[in-house]
């Protein structure tokens, strides 16, 4: 996917505040760091930390999830342009074939 159709977001759900909550404040903000590096470099969380590394896989599930959605959802958005445009360069071919 091009650069300029890429997401430039994505999706947490409120599910895993409960795991960050037994995070430390420091800890919580590696763990946002990560997030943001895997959503934006595809760069995986290096830490020793197991607490950290199942919660970051928790918010890596949620990601990938996003992600593909969102690829669904331009590849249906791209179909149905194109069923559009072809079916208005069908109509504007039988004007012009109708003399009209």
Known sequence: MEE???????????????????????????????IFDYSIEGKLLQSTDRVLL???????????????????????NKENAEKRWAKEREEKERREKGGG
């Open 4 to 34: 300029s159709k890429e997401r430039q977001g994505f999706t947490i759900y409120h599910s895993l505040k409960e795991s960050v909550e037994h995070l430390e404040n420091e800890e919580a903000g590696i763990l946002l760091k990560a």
């Open 54 to 76: 199942i919660t970051f896989s928790m918010a890596k599930g949620m990601i990938d999830l996003s992600k593909e959605r969102y690829k669904e959802r331009c590849r249906k």
